[in-house]
T-cell receptor, first 113, second 115 residues
Framework: KQEVTQIPAALSVPEGENLVLNCSFT??????LQWFRQDPGKGLTSLLL?????REQTSGRLNASLDKSSGRSTLYIAASQPGDSATYLC????????????FGKGITLSVRP | GAGVSQSPSNKVTEKGKDVELRCDPI?????LYWYRQSLGQGLEFLIY????????KSGLPSDRFSAERTGGSVSTLTIQRTQQEDSAVYLC???FGRGNTGELFFGEGSRLTVL
């Protein structure tokens, strides 16, 4: 059974800092890994999707890497801003008949002005 | 439509009543998921529809929960005889093509409160 872990559960940093959010998963047989952002009371917004054959994806100040063999992904946020404050979730899509995404519990990020 | 649309956005009901939650996926998306998010918990998979295939119902927590997807588009999640532990945000998502290879797009969710 796939399990996804995100530690720590919460993080507070000063504005301008570069930061890394970690995600680990137990079963390396995945199709892809996706990072989402969730603002309070809102749905999830897709940030980056990394296919299993890829090592990283970049979008603006965000860079996500994937090391499938070690079961790890990181989301790098450059020059953090208060508007980056949100909960960041990673989710993996496992191979096999069951097509569900398995989510981590998320990391709640607070960027202090 | 432009995005995944869910209704109602908020629903307060009394214990024992039935509720229906609606999801209108992005046009052309063949895969549709329902997830549940309880306070302080991660997202819990409920059910997955892919085209005309039989749905994956493995995440439904009890037989009080059911879902339909009519015409490969709109989906309705029904909860019968609601209980207080059913209180959560119910999120719908859709993707193009085979669900687990495509990018997932979520709706804003339906917040259910059972009194």
């Amino acid at each position: 059974k796939q399990e996804v872990t995100q530690i720590p559960a919460a993080l507070s940093v000063p504005e301008g800092e570069n930061l890394v959010l970690n995600c680990s998963f137990t079963d390396s047989a995945i199709y892809n890994l996706q990072w989402f952002r969730q603002d309070p009371g809102k749905g999830l917004t897709s940030l980056l999707l990394i296919q299993s054959s890829q090592r990283e994806q970049t979008s603006g100040r965000l860079n996500a890497s994937l090391d499938k063999s070690s079961g790890r992904s990181t989301l790098y946020i450059a020059a953090s801003q208060p508007g980056d404050s949100a909960t960041y979730l990673c989710a993996v899509s496992s191979t096999g008949a069951n097509s569900k995404l398995t989510f981590g519990k998320g990391i709640t990020l607070s960027v202090r002005p | 439509g432009a995005g995944v649309s869910q209704s109602p956005s908020n629903k307060v009901t009394e214990k024992g009543k039935d509720v229906e939650l609606r999801c209108d996926p992005i046009s052309g998306h063949t895969a549709l998921y329902w997830y549940r998010q309880s306070l302080g918990q991660g997202l819990e998979f409920l059910i997955y529809f892919q085209g005309n295939s039989a749905p994956d119902k493995s995440g439904l927590p009890s037989d009080r929960f059911s879902a339909e997807r009519t015409g490969g588009s709109v989906s309705t999640l029904t909860i019968q005889r609601t209980q207080q532990e059913d209180s959560a945000v119910y999120l719908c998502a859709s993707s193009f093509g085979r669900g687990n290879t495509g990018e997932l797009f979520f709706g804003e969710g339906s917040r259910l409160t059972v009194l």
